[in-house]
């Protein structure tokens, strides 16, 4: 074919959306959606090797080991879907050693996404989240409140969204974001996570066709 698929990556603070946003992605794009936190939540539910050791370090709000995440991510890269259908990868690289590691590997974006959301309104995300352990959707308690009484009741919070250690997390953030800007500043492109959610998706929405469609002209030019 003509084209390769789109390769994106979407960075943010905790609760800026990512999530969120990953999930109208897929619909429209087809990308492979590839969260380190979502597969790290998995294997502590599972019970796996990967889980025990992650679980403490999640759990505290902090990052787990570079080794660990690093050989997950570079393992799904490399499925066959993921060559077919391209990527989307969320909340990865989160330190300047995992972003080295995938420049080592060749593996770059075509596009580097930032959500900006200021601190207040990340807090008010974070302890009003809920997931839905059936269908992984994920709702808030003022925004978005589940659809019917049957999914409430079974509705979960997660045990690193409370006040105290949401703090935590942003100040990590914080602390890793601008290596890891440096590593994609020609490719960055930041947009306001504040809006609603369809505002927002707007914005990802012409920007993600506009880089595909540069994408073509270039592969076709070539
Ligand atoms: P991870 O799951 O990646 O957590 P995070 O980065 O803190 O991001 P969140 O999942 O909290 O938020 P989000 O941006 O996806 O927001 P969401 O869409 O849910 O990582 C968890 C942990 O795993 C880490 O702390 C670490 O321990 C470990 N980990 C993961 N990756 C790692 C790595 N690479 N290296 C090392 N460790 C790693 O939205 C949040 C809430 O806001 C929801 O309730 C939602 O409904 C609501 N909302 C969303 N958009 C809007 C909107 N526009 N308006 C109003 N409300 C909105």
Known sequence: STSEPLKVMISGAPASGKGTQCELIVNKFGLVHISTGDILRAEVSAGTDIGKKAKE??????????????????????????????????GYPRSFAQAESLEKLKIRPDVYVVLDVPDEILIDRCIGRRLDPVTGKIYHIKNFPPETEEIKARLITRPDDTEEKVKSRLE?????????????????????????????FGDIYSLLSEVQNDKVKRIKSE
Not at 69 to 82: H, K, P
Not at 173 to 194: H, Q
Request: aromatic share 8%; glycine share 4%.
């Open 57 to 90: 370090f999640m759990n505290a709000g902090r990052l787990v080991p570079d080794e660990i995440v690093t050989d997950m991510v570079t393992a799904r890269l490399s499925r066959e879907d993921v060559k077919q259908k391209g990527w989307l990868l969320d």
């Open 172 to 200: 990590i953030y914080k602390l890793n974001a601008e290596a890891i800007f440096s590593t994609y500043s020609n490719i960055m492109k930041k947009i306001d996570g504040s809006r609603q959610k369809e505002v927002v």
